[in-house]
């Protein structure tokens, strides 16, 4: 909101819109304004630590180049992502979507209807597959564990790219879903190198990622990923996906 401001001609206008979403539980918070917006070769370096994209600006206004910065990352830390869309003299948006479970408007706590499953398992008498989860949000992480343990999946878990490096090459998973932004080695390089493996090279890989600009889809397929989702992370979508992407392989085989 401040950046909208600081942006905006006293003439234009500025404006903060939140929609919820209940069938896959996000909640969106959007901030839009009329000003002075950013070209598009600026844009991947939106979100760097201590990066101004126009220094006369940065004169006339002040700031640090941490805002954005500070802002991506705790959306990442909360399981959410961060979107721009942007054209130069019209304008920016840019929406923070959360995970989000609406809680009844009441204090007791109804026991389901139903037991039943909220999806098919697995067949329990055929061997699970393994997935290696390479994802560094602790609270992500847990979600994610159980869900893919209850569609009957075994789930590996390494906290950065360099971990799931070597748990890749120890452990040869069926399918691999990548973070995108992590500690001592990104997703990225940790996919080219995961490809350099030759055990490893048709493996599927399905990219995590809280940014989502013009360019990621892109990035990621060059780096050798086969897919691409957005935090957060629908969850039923996931599995769907996985279970595409493992049918594929098995086919190929």
Request: net charge negative; aromatic share 4%.
């Amino acid at each position: 909101l401040s950046n909208a401001v600081k942006f905006t001609p006293g003439s234009g206008k500025i404006g903060l819109k939140v929609d919820s979403d209940q069938e896959n539980n996000i909640l969106s918070f959007c901030v839009w304004d009329t000003g002075i917006g950013i070209k598009a070769e600026e844009m991947p370096h939106l979100f760097q630590p201590f990066v101004q994209l126009d220094a006369g600006l940065t004169r006339e206004t002040g700031g640090t180049g941490l805002g954005l910065a500070l802002v991506s990352q705790m959306a990442r830390l909360h399981g959410g992502s961060i979107r721009v869309e942007s054209e130069t003299q019209r304008g920016s948006r840019f929406t923070i979507s959360l995970p989000w479970i609406p809680v009844p408007n009441t204090a007791v706590l109804v026991p389901p209807a139903s037991t039943r499953p909220l999806m098919p398992l697995a067949n329990e008498a055929a061997p699970k597959a393994t997935l290696l989860l390479i994802e560094d949000t602790e609270s992500l992480v847990m979600l994610m564990h159980d869900y893919l343990e209850r569609a009957g999946y075994s789930v590996i878990i390494a906290k950065d790219g360099l971990e799931g490096l070597h748990l890749a090459k120890s452990i040869s998973p069926a399918l691999i879903l990548m973070d995108i932004m992590m500690p001592n080695m990104d997703g990225l390089e940790a996919t080219r190198k995961i490809r350099e493996i030759s055990a490893l090279q048709k493996t599927p890989i399905i990219a995590l990622t809280a940014l989502a600009m013009s360019g990621d889809l892109e990035r990621c397929l060059a780096a050798g990923m086969n897919d691409y989702i957005s935090k957060p992370v629908d969850l039923k979508k996931l599995v769907i996906t996985i279970q595409t992407h493992l049918a594929a392989t098995q086919e190929t085989q």
